[in-house]
Nanobody, 122 residues
């Protein structure tokens, strides 16, 4: 059993900053390897889109719309991933979901966080 707990969403004005956190925990987490940790976002009626991902080796990937403004990082000792969001724009308004890909032996699976609302006012 593993679960993801997100925090850090809220309301901010255009140009402001927010930092999201997502911590993975559970009784079986010590037996798992984390392949990647990332953030997606979704607005009503639209698909969930990747925002940023950090891989086991430390490599990162960003959506073009957030490059230069958002930074993904992690604390491997705490199984926690962060998303620092700077220079926020109204179009960043969405529910942000944490996603972690775990590997146990030869089997991979992912888990999603509960989602946290980010609202950027103009």
């Amino acid at each position: 059993q593993v679960q993801l707990v997100e925090s850090g969403g809220g309301l901010v004005q255009t140009g402001g900053s927010l930092r999201l956190s997502c911590a993975a925990s559970g009784s079986s987490i010590s037996t798992l390897r984390i392949a990647s940790m990332g953030w997606h976002r979704q607005t009503p009626g639209k698909q969930r889109d990747m925002v940023a991902t950090i891989y086991n080796g430390g490599g990162t990937n960003y959506a073009n719309s957030v490059k230069g403004r958002f930074t993904i990082s992690r604390d491997t000792s705490q199984n926690t991933v962060y998303l620092q969001m700077n220079n926020l724009k109204p179009e960043d308004t969405a529910v942000y979901y944490c996603n972690v890909v775990f590997v146990e032996g030869d089997i991979g699976f992912d888990r999603w966080g509960q989602g946290t609302q980010v609202t950027v006012s103009s």
